[in-house]
């Protein structure tokens, strides 16, 4: 393990930066991590602190504590009545997981335990999920008479396919880590659930120590083909390859192959 600076955003969220890495960490273990305005307001600022840092590479999502990565909203936040207007208005105002569409480098969700609701569509709106055998996942919402709130209906089909999304979200099953890589929700399960964080460390490093601006350039892309039209896509893809084909790290990537040794990126 790298040496860590830890960074306190507010009760409910942290930053550790740990080399090229850094994690958002959600620090409400004794309520696995349930989603309150201060985890609203606190992931969105660690996430953007972390995006303009020029020294991290990768981004990592994990919850404190044995119990959970996000066991969704919590309940406990108590509200008056509200109209629909109401409720519309103040959801348009906390559309925090969406922050994440914002971040350029690549964000990756480190899942144990329970990830339900709330902590589901947070995990789903990042580019990777890396989960621990124990991990549990869920959209219950519909048993609460609600729909899923913060990109769930949106993102799951992205992730696991219309059908498959259409089965967990009219249901709200619960999936295992193995099921849930058997339909592509997680790409990843570590092999035991005490070595998430490091296999999750390691994971990023790889990432980490590719050259940069190619990372960056590959993740706007995959991306962006979710919301393009074919055509667009590839005139995209085109102008990012032809962008980096001249780039310094490009040039370096060439000669350390030639070399026979690890090539010394730079971003440039």
């Known amino acids: 393990m790298a040496n860590s600076e830890l960074q306190v955003v507010n009760d409910a969220v942290s930053v550790e930066r740990e080399g090229s890495l850094g994690w958002v960490v959600l620090t409400r ?30 981004i990592a999502i994990r919850g404190a504590g044995a119990r959970g990565f996000c066991a969704g909203a919590d309940i406990k936040e108590k509200r008056g ?16 997981i969406e922050a994440i569409d914002a971040v350029q480098k690549p964000v990756i969700a480190a899942v144990h335990g329970y ?19 124990d991990a549990v996942f869920s959209l219950p919402e519909t048993a ?5 709130g913060g990109g769930g209906t949106q993102r799951l089909a992205r992730v696991v396919g219309p059908g498959r999304a259409m089965d967990l979200l009219l249901t709200g099953e619960r999936l295992d880590a193995r099921a849930a890589r058997d339909i592509g929700l997680v790409t990843r399960v570590a092999n035991e659930s005490e070595a998430l964080i490091d296999e999750v460390r390691s994971f990023a490093q790889r990432i980490a120590a590719r050259a940069p601006a190619a990372t ?16 667009q896509g ?5 102008d990012l390859f032809a962008m980096l084909k001249p780039s310094e790290d490009a040039r370096e990537a060439a000669l350390a192959f030639s070399e026979k040794r690890p090539p010394n990126f730079i971003g440039r």
Do not use: F, H
């Open 234 to 238: 590839l005139d995209l893809e085109l």
């Open 216 to 231: 960056l350039s590959v993740k706007r892309a995959a991306r962006s083909a979710l919301e393009l039209e074919l055509k």
């Open 144 to 148: 609460l008479g609600l729909i899923p």
């Open 81 to 96: 009545p509200e109209t629909a207007i109401e409720v519309r208005s103040r959801m348009q105002g906390a559309r925090w």
């Open 115 to 133: 990830c339900m609701g709330g902590g589901l569509e947070l995990a789903l709106a990042c580019d990777i999920r890396y989960a621990a055998p």
């Open 29 to 58: 273990p004794g309520q696995i991590n349930a989603i309150n305005d201060e985890i609203r307001a606190g992931v969105p600022q660690a996430l953007r602190e972390l995006d303009a840092d020029p020294g991290i590479r990768v």
